[in-house]
């Protein structure tokens, strides 16, 4: 029996090879199995109903709540000579109509339709009345309640189970972590699907943290070093920062634009063509930039704030080198990016489940941050995959980092939020653990506590502030210690801190930071 997916694959779409798993999910679609595929973004999702689509009788519905991005796929499939269409809230009376007669006389391979249009009375009867292929439910973690892209339209497609028992489905997404799959198989009844999970590997990413201490400079150096005439991407977390970077930049000799959702539509579009064809440019962002751009060759993406979890993290960083090429993930962190996090969480409206998962979440992104263990390992044991070895291209790998016997200084940082009533900041109790004997210490009498002046060398070594800062945060990172957002960022401790402060364990510390910014400053172009 000839090959006819991969004969589709070369006369069609003009690829050699399939990819991964493209081969095994298109052929279990074709027997009329229902498949569950999680595969990181570019790693070519579409082919996978694509081709079945094409061989197997009738019309493939595919499921997509990107409305801006379905144009742009049906013309590219309509340029290699595939019948497709889409019914969306951007077509005019007009246009919808006719691609329902297509749709009706057998006249197309694909259709797109946004879940909202699909669910009206009127489209399911219509979709009654014809032969369907296969229906793909592209964006699948839309169906997580728990998630930022939560669609409450994508509940409602398990209608198309109990509709079309016999048409098999196929959802997909790049959200791999276990709880979004469970309510994916949950809520879409996919629990006979075959699971296809691909690696969420990116060889080519060179994962960076540094310690966050002045993150405009510390960026500038960075690009200017290793990145001087590269496309690149910089989020920051609020609007106001992406204007003040993007000037910034701007007077620092870079070609850098401004993009978040309080621009101009027209104004957005121009600086997204723009960091689409000309070479170089920096796009200073929100996190409202980014869906759906399709530009390989982006050589770093730099995060002044830390993102909310290791998804976003992942996806944001994900958009450089697409193309396969040497890219950066390069992030600054400090622990005032805690504290705007987990302020974040407690002011959102959302419920208690709600806020615990979010909770939850940016802990594994402290963990992250805070490793001294290969980041790739990290990053992927987070999307349940095991990495073997350590990865050899992310910073721990290539300057291992020192740990040291940390036990000392953690307990007497920890004593010295005791002491202090557990109201202060970082900054605050390291002045008094350096015996800085300031007006606000003296104010409040803490230049009499036992923990004043302790921390000024430890083990032999001179403690520096920020090496004090760099212990609390390792301790936040651990859970030894919260971060309380009513106390404006004040640190307290938790259960956890206890066996720690009884001498009954010891911890290992990452040795921060100085070593990392010497490193780069040292580092050659
Ligand atoms: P995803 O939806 O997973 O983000 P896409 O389906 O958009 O990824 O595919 C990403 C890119 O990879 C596209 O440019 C696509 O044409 C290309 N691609 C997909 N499969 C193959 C293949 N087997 N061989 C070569 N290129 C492929
Ligand atoms: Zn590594």
């Known amino acids: 029996m000839p090959d006819a997916p991969r004969e589709l694959l070369r006369r069609v779409f003009g690829y050699d090879q399939f990819r991964g798993a493209q081969a095994d999910i298109i052929h279990h679609l074709l027997g009329g199995g229902d498949a569950l595929v999680l595969m990181p973004t570019g790693g070519g999702k579409s082919l996978c109903y694509q081709i079945p689509a094409l061989l197997r009788p009738g019309t493939a519905v595919v499921i997509s709540p990107l409305i801006a991005l379905m144009q742009d796929q049906v013309d590219a499939l309509q340029q290699l000579g595939v019948r497709a269409a889409f019914l969306n809230s951007s077509l005019e009376l007009g246009a919808a109509r006719a691609v329902e007669r297509s749709l009706r006389a057998g006249a197309l391979d694909l259709l797109y339709i946004a879940p909202e249009r699909l669910l009206t009375d009127r489209c399911l009867a219509l979709l ?161 930039f980014g869906m759906g751009i399709d530009k390989p060759d982006v050589r770093c993406v730099a995060h002044l704030d830390m993102p909310k979890s290791l998804e976003s993290y992942y996806q944001e960083t994900g958009r450089a080198g697409r193309d396969g090429l040497p890219a950066d993930a390069w992030m600054t962190y400090g622990l005032s990016d805690v504290v705007m996090q987990r302020r974040r969480i407690e002011e959102s409206e959302a419920d208690e489940r709600f806020k615990r998962i979010e909770l939850h979440k940016l802990d594994q992104m402290l963990g992250f941050c805070e490793t001294a263990h290969c980041r790739r390992q990290v990053l992927l044991h987070y999307f349940g995959e095991t990495l073997e070895q350590p990865c050899g291209n992310c910073d721990t790998c290539l300057e291992p980092v020192e740990t040291w016997d940390g036990t000392d200084a953690a307990r007497k940082a920890l004593s010295c939020i005791h002491r202090t009533g557990q109201r202060f900041g970082s900054a605050y109790l390291t002045d008094v653990l350096l015996g800085k004997a300031n007006e606000r210490i003296r104010r409040f009498g803490h230049d ?71 490193r780069d400053k040292t580092r050659a172009p």
């Open 128 to 288: 009654e009345s014809i032969d369907i292929a296969l229906f793909a439910i592209d964006e699948a973690h839309c169906v997580s309640q728990w998630g930022h892209d939560f669609r409450p339209e994508y509940i409602q497609l398990n209608c198309l189970h109990e509709r079309w028992p016999q048409v098999p489905r196929i959802a997909l997404t790049a959200t791999a972590d276990t709880p979004t799959r469970n309510e994916i198989i949950a809520q879409l009844r996919l629990e006979a699907a075959r699971l296809f999970v691909a690696s969420f590997d990116r060889p080519n990413i060179r994962y960076r943290v540094v310690e966050k201490a002045n993150p405009r400079q510390q960026l500038r150096d960075f690009l200017r070093r290793e990145h001087p005439e590269s496309a690149a991407i910089v989020y920051c977390s609020a609007r106001r920062r992406v204007e003040e970077t993007a000037l910034y930049l701007q007077t620092q000799g870079f070609k850098a634009l401004a993009y978040h959702a309080g621009l101009p539509a027209d104004t957005r579009r121009t600086h997204q063509l723009r960091f689409l064809r000309e070479e170089g440019l920096v796009m200073v962002a929100t996190i409202a």
């Open 448 to 518: 009499r506590v036992s923990t004043f002046g302790i921390g000024q060398r430890i083990d032999g070594r001179t403690m520096t502030a920020e090496n004090w800062r760099s212990v609390y945060r390792q301790l936040v990172a651990a859970g030894l210690v919260a971060v309380d957002i009513e106390g404006h960022g004040a640190l307290r401790l938790t259960e956890a801190a206890r066996p720690l402060l009884r001498n009954e364990c010891t911890i290992q510390l990452r040795r921060d930071p100085e070593r990392q910014r010497s």
